[in-house]
């Protein structure tokens, strides 16, 4: 075809889209492992290369649907990520507890954390440790240079000191 040749003659058009479309979905299979994303996004590359067919070259219309299929994948890409990001951001305001509940637990999370913070310092390190870093007692040890007996032993009291601190709260 000699280069007079227009993309928006449609025989042109069909022939570019028979050349290129296979592959352009292999490529975008291969980024994607999802077929009908690839698919869609194919199509809509095409599309858009029919949409301004008067200002793609024929040499230039490879290169055009691959550019723009990328930059729909990225945009795709980036579209999910913010879906995802709000979906997993907890909606404050659609909370079935009312207010007295929401109220009585912040109250008992803040005693709760005195009490933490009022264990003997052994006893909060280790503590922490374990439940916090979610830790094993022989990874404390280890860290704290002391042995697993030793950790048990300061968790237990650390437990009991809460369970007492807790009775007084009831």
């Known amino acids: 075809m000699s280069d007079s040749t227009s993309l928006c003659e449609e025989l042109t058009y069909t022939r570019i889209f028979r050349e290129y479309a296979k592959t352009l979905h292999n490529y975008l299979y291969y980024k994607t492992g ?25 040499q230039g219309a490879k290169g055009y649907v691959f550019k723009t299929a990328n930059n729909l994948l990225i945009n795709t890409y980036n579209h999910n990520k913010v879906v995802l990001q709000h979906q997993s951001k907890p909606q404050k305001d659609r909370t079935h507890e009312n207010p007295e509940y929401l109220l009585e637990e912040k109250e008992l999370k803040n005693r709760l954390e005195e009490a933490i913070a009022n264990l003997p310092e052994k006893q909060r390190v280790v503590f922490l440790m374990s439940r916090i870093e979610k830790k094993t007692y022989k990874e404390i040890a280890a860290i704290e240079g002391i042995s697993k007996q030793a950790v048990e032993k300061r968790i237990y009291n650390a437990l009991d000191t809460l369970r007492q601190i807790s009775k007084k709260i009831k």
């Open 34 to 58: 999802n077929s009908e994303l690839s698919q869609d996004l194919t199509q809509e590359a095409f599309t858009k290369l029919w949409q301004n067919c008067s200002t793609v070259t024929l």
